[in-house]
């Protein structure tokens, strides 16, 4: 829809304002436009059914307009019979959706969606559509979000401030057909305040701005809460492309399908993505954590990849040595070693940081062990240009270059994990509450309560960078708040006897938020490794 004109209009009158009469409006129209509003008993949109739909439908044909009460087959709160007016007994023995269906989407299909709050009409409507079977895909425009758009300024943009605004003549409130036909008496005010170029313009960026990439269900993101978590797109075959992570997870997923597309990626994921899964976290520090931990085990697509498996390392000051020692997290717990610097990923770039730190301070690389002496007491390469202070020479004594090496290096000094074992972190946004479960700089996972939190002590704890660099500049709150749960793990040493997974009861794996053709497959084995629990 978005490539094609709303309006078919000689340019010079498009771009004159002047009041369009209804029938000229319509006439000018190149494809129709259908002002829907339902009536229903709730605003759950899977629970709660459609009791009533209006529909304006204006085009180069005319002006039609069509209404029908509809049985929902559950009873209206009597509030809501209060507010609409429609009660069970007029509902009763009325048309049900499902025999509408077809008809109705044929009334609709390949219109312009226009509704107030479009979000809930249209979610009504597909949900409905799809318990009768019937396929339904829309261009939707929101006039809530057409009027902010044109009326930015202006702080309300209800119904009830539009007819007050544009002085609308409603013929009911709260009826389906009488609040369609206010948006088409809305559609038409605008048009006399303002050309038709430039509600078209307005119009086209807000449609081009809801829809989604071809690959995914129209309904896709319909559920996406805008709390912090962790989102994944999955292309053919149920490859993973992409994981991200944000605080507000609808803005960002939506940003990626925006629609401009300016950067090769964004392209190329639009293109690519059949299927959207995401992960509520609490908080940030839980987004980030259940990233790194994703990115690593489903190794997407279009994530770089920072570190491979090659192993980390750290310099070591062991005490009375006057060359720090490398060692790697091969045979070296990072998390709980003490006197450790770093962490680097290669061999090569911790002795390049230590020549540099060497550089910086005036260290003696031959001291460091970075350099070979020619013989002992000889001056090494930096003490000829008088960039060593001479520890190699004997002119500084070597408990003082010592001190000075443990200065140059305390930056990188690698924090010890704080805790006697492994510790549960409460996070919460507006929606929920997660307890982290963390042992030894390493992220075992999430769980709603802390019940759960033994299921995933059963994995082992490992020292991890990710984490740990998520981890270490939050220290001093998760200092403060984590729960330790070393009795949890003893427990689970001493009972060596039983096998380990079998310690406890182990929650059902989260049912995974997910949306696409694949909604019901069976879980992804990669997958019921992340240990991520849901209650
Ligand atoms: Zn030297």
Redesign the pocket.
Known sequence: MPDLPIYQLPHQAANTPRHLDAQALAAALSRPIVFVDLETTGADATRDRITEIGVVEVGPDGIVEWDTLVDPGIGIPPFIQQLTGITDDMVCGQPSFESLAETLAERLQGKLFVAHNARFDYGFLKNEFRRAGVTFRADVLCTVRLSRSLFPSVARHGLDALIARFELQPKGRHRALADAELLWQFWQKIHGLYTVNLVEAAVRSLVKRASLPAGLEETALDDVPDTAGVYLFYGDQDMPLYIGKSIHLRQRIGAHFSGDHRAALEMRLARAVRRVEWRETGGEAGALLLEAHLIKTLQPLHNQMLRQNAGLFAWELAPGLSAPILRSDRDTDFSRHPNLYGVFPSRASAEARLAELAQTHQL????LALEKAARRGS??F??QLHR?L???TGDEPLAAHRERMAAALAGLAIQPWPFAGAVAWREQDDAKAWWHILEDWGYLGSVATLEDAPSLLVAPARFDLDTYQILAPRAAGLLASAVPLESVRQFELRSPAAPRQEAGPRPEPAPVTTTGPRRNRPPNPDQQLLSFIEP
Do not use: F, L
Not at 364 to 367: G, S, V, Y
């Open positions: 003696c690389q031959a001291t001056p090494c930096a003490r060593c001479g520890a190699c």
